[in-house]
């Protein structure tokens, strides 16, 4: 039996001042696999990234299928209600909220009449960390962990915004032998939900 690709991209093209970042590139992922986007720097990984993403715009005849479905134009606000989520390198949290105001900040920008709830906060950090095994108070200052915990915040952000494929750029550069080989154990736990 075939599993349907999560993605699959064919052609895609980006030129940037007349410079070629990608030429002809395809890229396909299954639910729950987990792939290295390996290379050296300028060699367009986050170019490929940031058109999955929806940041930039491929060229003409490009091919894009999420879940088996045409993607005629993907944008920041589809990829995002797709379950397409990245954790940059800088992790793109904030020091002085909470971790669990980091993790369910979305329900702080969508509470009802722009009120904040902060038991749906911080019941949605509770539930994306136990979904990950793990345990952070979620009541401290982020500035308080230390990056590993950190880079397990970013991922239970993502997994609040419904993630179905995750994008890790550079996980590990900061992180200690053990720590690694937890993130690794996280990345597994994730792949065997179907995340990809």
């Known amino acids: ?7 699959s ?4 093209k980006v030129t940037f001042g ?7 590139v395809s890229f ?3 639910p729950g696999e987990v792939h290295c986007l390996a290379g050296e720097n300028g060699c367009g990984k986050s170019t ?4 999955i993403t929806g940041v930039y715009k491929p060229q003409d005849g490009a091919e894009f299928y999420f879940d088996g479905n045409p993607i005629s134009a993907m944008t920041p606000t589809l990829a995002q209600s797709l379950g ?17 105001e980091n993790i369910g900040f979305q329900y702080a920008v969508n509470g009802k009449y722009g009120l904040v709830d902060k038991r749906a906060i ?7 960390l136990a979904r ?23 991922i239970a952000r993502a997994l609040v915004g419904e993630a179905r494929l995750v994008f890790m750029d550079e996980p590990t550069a900061s992180l200690t032998q053990s720590e690694t080989d937890y993130l690794i154990d996280i990345v597994r736990n994730l792949s065997a939900s179907g995340v990809a």
């Open 84 to 100: 397409i989520q990245v954790i940059w390198q800088d992790l793109a949290l904030f020091g002085e909220m909470s971790v669990a």
């Open 1 to 7: 039996m075939s599993v349907e690709p999560l993605l």
């Open 122 to 128: 911080e019941d949605a950090a509770e539930k994306a």
């Open 18 to 24: 007349g410079v070629r970042a990608l030429k002809g």
């Open 9 to 12: 991209l064919k052609n895609i």
């Open 28 to 30: 396909e992922v299954n």
């Open 132 to 154: 990950l095994g793990v345990s952070i108070d979620i009541h401290l200052p982020l500035k308080e962990l230390p990056i590993a915990q950190r880079q397990i915040v970013a």
């Open 48 to 51: 490929l990234i940031k058109v």
